[in-house]
Protein backbone atom coordinates (compact mmCIF):
# COMPACT_ATOMS: atom_id res chain seq x y z
CA UNK A 1 0.00 0.00 0.00
CA UNK A 2 3.15 2.31 0.80
CA UNK A 3 4.35 1.86 -2.44
CA UNK A 4 1.23 2.66 -4.35
CA UNK A 5 1.03 5.62 -1.94
CA UNK A 6 4.39 6.86 -3.05
CA UNK A 7 4.41 6.27 -6.57
CA UNK A 8 1.55 8.51 -6.90
CA UNK A 9 3.88 11.43 -6.22
CA UNK A 10 5.60 12.82 -8.74
CA UNK A 11 8.64 15.47 -8.89
CA UNK A 12 8.62 17.79 -12.06
CA UNK A 13 11.42 18.40 -13.67
CA UNK A 14 13.48 16.67 -11.28
CA UNK A 15 17.65 16.61 -10.57
CA UNK A 16 19.12 14.34 -8.03
CA UNK A 17 22.45 14.82 -6.21
CA UNK A 18 24.07 12.23 -4.46
CA UNK A 19 26.77 13.14 -2.24
CA UNK A 20 29.07 11.39 0.70
CA UNK A 21 32.24 12.05 2.44
CA UNK A 22 35.57 10.33 1.34
CA UNK A 23 39.20 11.20 2.72
CA UNK A 24 40.91 13.17 0.70
CA UNK A 25 42.90 16.09 1.62
CA UNK A 26 44.78 18.77 -0.82
CA UNK A 27 47.72 16.13 -1.08
CA UNK A 28 45.01 13.18 -2.26
CA UNK A 29 42.96 16.00 -4.51
CA UNK A 30 46.47 16.99 -6.15
CA UNK A 31 47.47 13.48 -6.74
CA UNK A 32 44.24 12.35 -8.22
CA UNK A 33 44.45 15.47 -10.33
CA UNK A 34 47.61 14.73 -11.82
CA UNK A 35 46.29 10.88 -12.31
CA UNK A 36 43.04 11.64 -14.58
CA UNK A 37 44.70 14.39 -16.26
CA UNK A 38 43.04 17.45 -15.09
CA UNK A 39 45.73 20.07 -16.52
CA UNK A 40 45.95 18.38 -20.00
CA UNK A 41 43.16 19.07 -21.33
CA UNK A 42 42.65 16.18 -23.19
CA UNK A 43 40.13 16.60 -26.41
CA UNK A 44 38.64 13.23 -25.86
CA UNK A 45 37.64 11.71 -22.27
CA UNK A 46 40.01 8.76 -20.82
CA UNK A 47 38.67 5.72 -19.53
CA UNK A 48 39.19 4.74 -15.63
CA UNK A 49 37.59 1.99 -13.43
CA UNK A 50 38.80 -0.84 -14.71
CA UNK A 51 39.63 -4.35 -13.69
CA UNK A 52 41.01 -6.77 -15.41
CA UNK A 53 42.72 -10.35 -16.21
CA UNK A 54 45.19 -12.29 -18.47
CA UNK A 55 45.12 -15.44 -20.31
CA UNK A 56 48.35 -16.14 -21.30
CA UNK A 57 50.46 -12.97 -20.22
CA UNK A 58 53.37 -13.94 -22.98
CA UNK A 59 51.14 -13.92 -25.84
CA UNK A 60 50.00 -10.47 -24.49
CA UNK A 61 46.40 -12.47 -23.95
CA UNK A 62 44.48 -10.32 -21.82
CA UNK A 63 40.38 -9.18 -21.16
CA UNK A 64 38.40 -6.68 -19.41
CA UNK A 65 36.38 -8.14 -16.89
CA UNK A 66 34.07 -4.53 -16.23
CA UNK A 67 33.34 -1.46 -18.16
CA UNK A 68 35.24 1.15 -16.85
CA UNK A 69 34.03 4.97 -17.28
CA UNK A 70 34.68 7.44 -19.80
CA UNK A 71 35.89 10.07 -17.94
CA UNK A 72 36.43 14.25 -18.50
CA UNK A 73 37.99 16.92 -16.47
CA UNK A 74 36.31 20.24 -16.75
CA UNK A 75 37.39 22.38 -14.06
CA UNK A 76 39.95 22.03 -11.45
CA UNK A 77 42.00 23.34 -8.74
CA UNK A 78 45.18 21.35 -8.18
CA UNK A 79 45.18 21.02 -4.34
CA UNK A 80 41.50 22.43 -4.32
CA UNK A 81 38.62 20.52 -6.22
CA UNK A 82 37.96 18.87 -9.53
CA UNK A 83 34.51 19.03 -11.16
CA UNK A 84 34.56 16.14 -14.00
CA UNK A 85 31.64 15.07 -16.42
CA UNK A 86 31.52 10.78 -16.54
CA UNK A 87 29.77 8.42 -19.38
CA UNK A 88 29.05 4.88 -18.19
CA UNK A 89 26.93 1.94 -18.78
CA UNK A 90 23.90 4.25 -17.64
CA UNK A 91 24.68 7.44 -19.36
CA UNK A 92 26.29 10.88 -18.35
CA UNK A 93 26.70 12.32 -14.87
CA UNK A 94 28.73 15.23 -13.31
CA UNK A 95 31.11 14.76 -10.07
CA UNK A 96 32.68 17.32 -7.75
CA UNK A 97 35.46 16.21 -5.82
CA UNK A 98 36.67 18.79 -2.44
CA UNK A 99 39.90 18.35 -0.78
CA UNK A 100 37.54 18.30 2.30
CA UNK A 101 36.45 15.49 1.12
CA UNK A 102 33.05 16.24 -0.05
CA UNK A 103 32.04 14.17 -2.44
CA UNK A 104 28.87 14.57 -4.75
CA UNK A 105 27.58 13.09 -8.34
CA UNK A 106 24.18 14.29 -10.05
CA UNK A 107 21.86 14.15 -13.29
CA UNK A 108 18.84 16.11 -14.27
CA UNK A 109 16.08 13.45 -15.02
CA UNK A 110 15.56 13.37 -18.92
CA UNK A 111 12.04 12.49 -18.34
CA UNK A 112 10.01 15.93 -16.80
CA UNK A 113 8.23 14.16 -14.51
CA UNK A 114 9.39 11.20 -12.18
CA UNK A 115 7.60 9.48 -9.36
CA UNK A 116 9.26 9.72 -5.78
CA UNK A 117 10.27 5.94 -5.76
CA UNK A 118 12.34 6.22 -9.21
CA UNK A 119 13.89 8.88 -7.70
CA UNK A 120 14.81 6.77 -5.15
CA UNK A 121 16.24 3.86 -7.20
CA UNK A 122 18.17 6.75 -9.03
CA UNK A 123 19.66 7.94 -6.08
CA UNK A 124 20.88 4.64 -5.28
CA UNK A 125 22.55 3.88 -8.54
CA UNK A 126 24.09 7.08 -8.22
CA UNK A 127 25.86 6.08 -5.11
CA UNK A 128 26.75 2.69 -6.99
CA UNK A 129 27.97 4.45 -10.21
CA UNK A 130 30.26 6.60 -7.95
CA UNK A 131 31.80 3.89 -5.70
CA UNK A 132 32.32 1.48 -8.87
CA UNK A 133 33.45 4.32 -11.03
CA UNK A 134 35.87 6.74 -8.83
CA UNK A 135 36.80 4.29 -6.18
CA UNK A 136 39.48 2.48 -8.18
CA UNK A 137 41.04 5.59 -9.00
CA UNK A 138 41.51 6.49 -5.49
CA UNK A 139 44.90 5.45 -3.78
CA UNK A 140 45.55 1.97 -1.97
CA UNK A 141 45.89 3.95 1.55
CA UNK A 142 42.15 5.65 0.63
CA UNK A 143 40.65 2.80 -0.10
CA UNK A 144 41.21 1.18 3.08
CA UNK A 145 40.07 3.83 5.42
CA UNK A 146 37.01 3.48 3.60
CA UNK A 147 36.91 0.14 3.80
CA UNK A 148 37.65 0.84 8.09
CA UNK A 149 34.48 3.29 7.62
CA UNK A 150 32.37 0.34 6.14
CA UNK A 151 33.58 -2.62 8.17
CA UNK A 152 34.04 -4.19 4.97
CA UNK A 153 37.01 -5.62 2.67
CA UNK A 154 36.34 -5.21 -1.04
CA UNK A 155 34.33 -2.33 -1.01
CA UNK A 156 34.49 -1.46 -4.60
CA UNK A 157 32.80 -4.71 -5.00
CA UNK A 158 30.15 -4.30 -2.26
CA UNK A 159 29.09 -0.10 -3.19
CA UNK A 160 25.44 -1.09 -1.05
CA UNK A 161 27.85 -1.01 2.09
CA UNK A 162 28.16 2.69 1.62
CA UNK A 163 26.00 5.86 2.84
CA UNK A 164 25.10 8.85 1.09
CA UNK A 165 23.03 11.62 1.61
CA UNK A 166 21.04 12.51 -1.68
CA UNK A 167 19.84 16.07 -2.79
CA UNK A 168 16.50 16.35 -4.57
CA UNK A 169 15.54 19.54 -6.71
CA UNK A 170 12.14 19.52 -8.65
CA UNK A 171 10.14 22.67 -9.76
CA UNK A 172 7.43 21.62 -8.09
CA UNK A 173 5.50 18.01 -6.49
CA UNK A 174 2.39 16.94 -8.63
CA UNK A 175 0.17 14.01 -8.91
CA UNK A 176 -0.32 11.43 -11.84
CA UNK A 177 -2.63 14.00 -13.39
CA UNK A 178 0.57 16.46 -13.14
CA UNK A 179 -1.27 18.92 -11.16
CA UNK A 180 0.94 20.65 -7.74
CA UNK A 181 0.18 19.26 -4.66
CA UNK A 182 -0.02 21.36 -1.32
CA UNK A 183 -1.06 20.67 1.84
CA UNK A 184 -1.30 16.79 3.79
CA UNK A 185 -0.41 15.39 -0.16
CA UNK A 186 2.45 17.39 -0.23
CA UNK A 187 3.63 16.45 3.24
CA UNK A 188 3.20 12.82 2.44
CA UNK A 189 5.41 13.25 -0.83
CA UNK A 190 8.54 15.06 0.53
CA UNK A 191 8.39 12.14 3.30
CA UNK A 192 8.61 9.95 0.90
CA UNK A 193 12.00 11.11 -0.28
CA UNK A 194 13.44 12.90 3.12
CA UNK A 195 12.14 9.96 5.36
CA UNK A 196 11.52 12.23 8.23
CA UNK A 197 11.83 15.90 7.70
CA UNK A 198 14.34 17.99 10.92
CA UNK A 199 13.78 21.28 9.94
CA UNK A 200 12.62 23.19 6.60
CA UNK A 201 12.68 26.62 5.88
CA UNK A 202 12.60 28.75 2.44
CA UNK A 203 15.07 31.12 0.47
CA UNK A 204 15.45 32.68 -2.65
CA UNK A 205 12.21 31.95 -3.70
CA UNK A 206 12.81 28.22 -3.06
CA UNK A 207 11.78 25.82 -0.08
CA UNK A 208 14.10 23.68 1.45
CA UNK A 209 12.96 20.79 3.68
CA UNK A 210 15.98 18.57 5.54
CA UNK A 211 15.18 15.11 6.40
CA UNK A 212 17.14 12.33 8.00
CA UNK A 213 17.52 10.49 4.69
CA UNK A 214 17.69 13.39 2.17
CA UNK A 215 17.16 16.62 1.53
CA UNK A 216 14.47 18.36 -0.80
CA UNK A 217 14.10 21.56 -2.67
CA UNK A 218 11.92 23.09 -4.28
CA UNK A 219 12.01 25.57 -6.83
CA UNK A 220 14.84 26.78 -8.56
CA UNK A 221 18.11 27.88 -6.12
CA UNK A 222 20.58 30.75 -6.77
CA UNK A 223 24.21 30.58 -6.48
CA UNK A 224 24.10 31.88 -3.07
CA UNK A 225 21.30 28.96 -1.56
CA UNK A 226 23.46 26.30 -3.39
CA UNK A 227 26.62 27.28 -1.13
CA UNK A 228 23.91 27.00 1.76
CA UNK A 229 23.23 23.69 0.90
CA UNK A 230 26.48 22.59 0.24
CA UNK A 231 27.07 23.15 4.05
CA UNK A 232 23.86 21.36 5.41
CA UNK A 233 24.62 18.64 2.81
CA UNK A 234 28.04 18.25 4.26
CA UNK A 235 26.88 18.20 7.73
CA UNK A 236 24.42 15.69 7.45
CA UNK A 237 26.76 13.47 5.51
CA UNK A 238 29.48 13.49 7.32
CA UNK A 239 26.99 12.58 10.78
CA UNK A 240 26.38 9.26 9.44
CA UNK A 241 30.74 8.83 9.02
CA UNK A 242 30.79 10.29 12.42
CA UNK A 243 28.81 7.43 13.76
CA UNK A 244 29.93 4.71 12.19
CA UNK A 245 33.48 5.84 13.87
CA UNK A 246 32.43 6.12 17.15
CA UNK A 247 30.41 2.34 16.61
CA UNK A 248 34.01 1.21 15.31
CA UNK A 249 35.65 2.37 18.01
CA UNK A 250 33.46 0.88 20.51
CA UNK A 251 33.64 -2.22 18.44
CA UNK A 252 37.43 -2.53 18.68
CA UNK A 253 37.17 -1.71 22.47
CA UNK A 254 35.43 -4.67 23.18
CA UNK A 255 37.60 -7.00 21.14
CA UNK A 256 40.50 -5.43 22.95
CA UNK A 257 38.79 -5.99 26.22
CA UNK A 258 37.97 -9.73 25.02
CA UNK A 259 41.68 -10.70 24.60
CA UNK A 260 42.24 -9.05 28.11
CA UNK A 261 39.89 -11.81 29.64
CA UNK A 262 40.96 -14.10 27.62
CA UNK A 263 45.00 -13.44 27.86
CA UNK A 264 45.60 -14.97 32.25
CA UNK A 265 43.75 -18.41 31.11
CA UNK A 266 45.42 -19.08 27.27
CA UNK A 267 47.68 -21.42 26.59
CA UNK A 268 50.72 -20.75 24.30
CA UNK A 269 49.55 -21.68 21.35
CA UNK A 270 46.41 -19.65 21.49
CA UNK A 271 48.46 -16.88 22.76
CA UNK A 272 50.13 -16.84 19.48
CA UNK A 273 46.94 -16.71 17.99
CA UNK A 274 45.51 -13.25 20.44
CA UNK A 275 49.34 -12.09 19.15
CA UNK A 276 47.94 -11.79 15.63
CA UNK A 277 44.47 -10.38 16.33
CA UNK A 278 46.31 -8.00 18.27
CA UNK A 279 48.49 -6.54 15.29
CA UNK A 280 45.50 -6.41 12.75
CA UNK A 281 43.65 -4.39 15.82
CA UNK A 282 46.66 -2.04 15.94
CA UNK A 283 45.98 -1.69 12.25
CA UNK A 284 42.48 -0.89 12.91
CA UNK A 285 43.45 1.37 15.23
CA UNK A 286 45.76 3.37 13.12
CA UNK A 287 42.93 3.79 10.49
CA UNK A 288 40.85 4.48 12.91
CA UNK A 289 43.28 7.54 14.20
CA UNK A 290 43.80 8.47 10.56
CA UNK A 291 40.35 8.84 9.70
CA UNK A 292 39.15 11.05 12.85
CA UNK A 293 41.93 13.75 11.97
CA UNK A 294 40.73 13.64 8.47
CA UNK A 295 37.86 14.02 9.10
CA UNK A 296 37.85 16.07 12.19
CA UNK A 297 40.54 18.27 9.32
CA UNK A 298 37.57 17.98 7.02
CA UNK A 299 35.13 19.93 9.42
CA UNK A 300 37.72 22.80 10.24
CA UNK A 301 38.39 23.47 6.89
CA UNK A 302 34.31 23.52 6.05
CA UNK A 303 33.55 25.24 8.85
CA UNK A 304 35.79 27.95 8.28
CA UNK A 305 34.00 28.56 4.47
CA UNK A 306 30.97 28.69 6.06
CA UNK A 307 32.36 31.59 9.07
CA UNK A 308 33.40 33.45 5.72
CA UNK A 309 30.36 33.38 3.95
CA UNK A 310 28.71 36.37 3.93
CA UNK A 311 24.99 36.99 6.24
CA UNK A 312 22.75 36.00 3.54
CA UNK A 313 19.80 38.13 3.46
CA UNK A 314 17.46 35.06 2.26
CA UNK A 315 18.84 33.01 5.35
CA UNK A 316 17.15 33.33 8.86
CA UNK A 317 18.75 33.44 12.09
CA UNK A 318 17.70 30.86 13.35
CA UNK A 319 18.73 28.31 10.67
CA UNK A 320 22.37 29.94 10.66
CA UNK A 321 22.19 29.13 14.39
CA UNK A 322 21.41 25.39 13.60
CA UNK A 323 24.12 25.27 10.26
CA UNK A 324 26.47 26.54 12.89
CA UNK A 325 25.47 24.06 15.66
CA UNK A 326 26.02 21.04 13.23
CA UNK A 327 29.80 22.55 12.53
CA UNK A 328 30.50 22.96 16.34
CA UNK A 329 28.66 19.11 17.21
CA UNK A 330 30.73 17.36 15.01
CA UNK A 331 33.71 18.94 16.15
CA UNK A 332 32.62 18.10 19.41
CA UNK A 333 32.18 14.38 18.98
CA UNK A 334 35.69 14.65 16.88
CA UNK A 335 37.30 15.13 20.22
CA UNK A 336 34.90 12.51 22.10
CA UNK A 337 36.78 10.24 19.67
CA UNK A 338 39.62 11.70 19.99
CA UNK A 339 39.83 10.90 24.04
CA UNK A 340 38.09 7.38 23.33
CA UNK A 341 41.00 6.66 21.08
CA UNK A 342 43.90 7.89 23.01
CA UNK A 343 42.10 5.49 25.57
CA UNK A 344 41.77 2.87 23.42
CA UNK A 345 45.73 2.82 22.54
CA UNK A 346 46.63 2.75 26.17
CA UNK A 347 44.59 -0.62 26.19
CA UNK A 348 46.10 -1.82 23.35
CA UNK A 349 49.44 -1.25 24.80
CA UNK A 350 48.53 -2.74 28.12
CA UNK A 351 47.07 -5.84 26.05
CA UNK A 352 50.39 -6.13 24.12
CA UNK A 353 52.38 -5.79 27.27
CA UNK A 354 50.35 -8.62 29.43
CA UNK A 355 50.73 -10.99 26.25
CA UNK A 356 54.11 -10.55 25.96
CA UNK A 357 54.20 -11.14 29.87
CA UNK A 358 52.49 -14.44 29.90
CA UNK A 359 53.65 -15.74 26.81
CA UNK A 360 57.45 -15.13 28.75
CA UNK A 361 55.99 -16.48 31.60
CA UNK A 362 54.52 -19.52 30.21
CA UNK A 363 57.95 -20.20 28.08
CA UNK A 364 60.09 -19.82 31.33
CA UNK A 365 57.87 -22.20 32.78
CA UNK A 366 58.68 -24.86 30.80
CA UNK A 367 62.09 -24.29 30.83
CA UNK A 368 62.13 -24.59 34.27
CA UNK A 369 60.25 -27.87 34.16
CA UNK A 370 62.77 -29.11 31.60
CA UNK A 371 66.03 -28.38 33.31
CA UNK A 372 64.51 -29.52 36.43
CA UNK A 373 63.86 -33.15 34.51
CA UNK A 374 67.64 -33.02 33.44
CA UNK A 375 69.26 -32.34 36.53
CA UNK A 376 67.00 -35.14 37.93
CA UNK A 377 68.07 -37.34 35.90
CA UNK A 378 71.76 -36.56 35.74
CA UNK A 379 71.79 -37.24 39.39
CA UNK A 380 70.04 -40.68 38.85
CA UNK A 381 72.45 -41.23 36.05
CA UNK A 382 75.69 -40.65 38.71
CA UNK A 383 74.17 -42.79 41.17
CA UNK A 384 73.51 -45.62 38.47
CA UNK A 385 76.81 -45.28 37.16
CA UNK A 386 78.53 -45.81 40.81
CA UNK A 387 76.90 -48.89 41.05
CA UNK A 388 77.67 -50.51 37.53
CA UNK A 389 81.13 -49.34 38.07
CA UNK A 390 81.24 -50.78 41.76
CA UNK A 391 82.34 -47.40 43.41
CA UNK A 392 82.73 -48.13 46.81
CA UNK A 393 80.79 -45.88 49.65
CA UNK A 394 83.22 -43.15 50.05
CA UNK A 395 83.69 -42.76 46.29
CA UNK A 396 79.79 -42.52 46.33
CA UNK A 397 79.78 -39.81 48.79
CA UNK A 398 82.52 -37.75 47.04
CA UNK A 399 80.94 -37.68 43.59
CA UNK A 400 77.13 -36.94 45.73
CA UNK A 401 79.32 -33.98 47.33
CA UNK A 402 80.06 -33.38 43.57
CA UNK A 403 76.83 -33.33 42.59
CA UNK A 404 75.73 -31.28 45.36
CA UNK A 405 75.70 -27.85 43.87
CA UNK A 406 73.42 -29.01 40.83
CA UNK A 407 71.30 -31.05 43.32
CA UNK A 408 70.73 -27.09 44.75
CA UNK A 409 70.22 -25.82 41.36
CA UNK A 410 67.24 -28.23 40.80
CA UNK A 411 65.77 -27.49 44.28
CA UNK A 412 66.08 -23.57 43.05
CA UNK A 413 64.32 -24.48 40.16
CA UNK A 414 61.85 -26.60 41.71
CA UNK A 415 60.87 -24.04 44.07
CA UNK A 416 60.46 -21.00 40.34
CA UNK A 417 58.49 -23.75 38.82
CA UNK A 418 56.06 -24.21 41.87
CA UNK A 419 55.70 -20.10 42.69
CA UNK A 420 54.82 -19.57 38.41
CA UNK A 421 52.29 -22.15 38.82
CA UNK A 422 50.34 -21.27 42.10
CA UNK A 423 50.31 -17.53 40.25
CA UNK A 424 49.09 -19.01 36.97
CA UNK A 425 46.23 -20.36 38.81
CA UNK A 426 45.07 -17.29 40.70
CA UNK A 427 45.67 -15.55 37.25
CA UNK A 428 42.90 -18.23 35.60
CA UNK A 429 40.77 -17.79 38.45
CA UNK A 430 40.97 -13.47 38.06
CA UNK A 431 42.36 -13.25 41.91
CA UNK A 432 45.28 -10.71 40.60
Known amino acids: MENLIESSFYLQRPAIVSTQWIPLGKNNITALNRFIGSHKQYTEPTEFGIKGCFKDISRGSFKMQEKGILLTPKRFDFSSFVEMEIEDEF ?54 LLQSIYGTKEIIDKPFYTSAYPLFVAEAITDKEKKILTGEQKNKAILA ?26 GAPSEELKKILDHIIFTQSIFTVSQRLYDR ?19 LKK ?29 QTMQAKWEEMPQSLCLSEEIAIRIKSAYNDELDKASDREINLSHLKNEL ?47 KIIVLGIMLPFMFTALFYIKNYLTNYREDKKLKKGKI
Open 91 to 144: GFAGIKLDSSGYARIGIEAEKPHLCTNLLKSISSDLNFRFVKGLYPVLTDSQID
Open 193 to 218: LTDWIIYSFECDNSEIFVGISGILCL
Open 249 to 267: TNALSRIIHNFRDEIPRSK
Open 271 to 299: LTRINDYTTEAASDFSRLEVLNNMLNASI
Open 349 to 395: ENVDENLNQRMNQIITKNSEFMNIILLLMTVLTVVGFGDIFGLSLIQ
